[in-house]
C-alpha cells in the first residue's frame, strides 16, 4: 500500500511557473514509477508524465513537452513536477500516481493521490 500526497498546487498567470510536490508513504518508494496525470473541468484525467524508478528515464505527453519537467529524490520518498511556461489550458487538478513500471503508470493499476488544484489564468 502506498499512500500519496499532492501539494504546490494554487493561481498563476500566463508564462508563470509553478512546481508540484508529491510525498509517498507506506512501502519502499524507490520502487515505484511515478507519475502525474490532470484532469480539467468537464475532461477525463489525462496522462502528464512519468519517472522511473531511478530518475533516469522520463515520459511526457507532446502538450508538456519542454515545459514541464519531472523528477524525484529517492531520500525523500518526493516525486515533483515542476511546470514552466503554464497556459490557461493546463488548468486541471493534477493527481500524483505510483505503479509498478513504466507500462502500468499509464495503462494499469496504480495508486493516487486526491489531487491538487492548478489554475491558470490568461
Known amino acids: 500500500q502506498v499512500q500519496l500526497v499532492e501539494s504546490g498546487g494554487g493561481l498563476v498567470q500566463a508564462g508563470g511557473s509553478l512546481r508540484l510536490s508529491c510525498i509517498a508513504s507506506g512501502r519502499t518508494f524507490a520502487s515505484y514509477v511515478m507519475g502525474w496525470f490532470r484532469q480539467a473541468p468537464g475532461k477525463e484525467r489525462e496522462f502528464v508524465a512519468a519517472v522511473s524508478w531511478s530518475g533516469s528515464m522520463s515520459l511526457y505527453v507532446d502538450s508538456v513537452k519542454g515545459r514541464f519537467t519531472i523528477s524525484r529524490d529517492n531520500a525523500k520518498n518526493t516525486a515533483y513536477l515542476q511546470m514552466n511556461s503554464l497556459k490557461p489550458e493546463d488548468t486541471a487538478v493534477y493527481y500524483c500516481?505510483?505503479?509498478?513500471?513504466?507500462?502500468?503508470?499509464?495503462?494499469?493499476?496504480?495508486?493516487w493521490g486526491k489531487g491538487t488544484l492548478v489554475t491558470v489564468s490568461s
Open positions: 500516481a505510483a505503479a509498478t513500471t513504466m507500462q502500468t503508470i499509464k495503462n494499469g493499476n496504480k495508486y
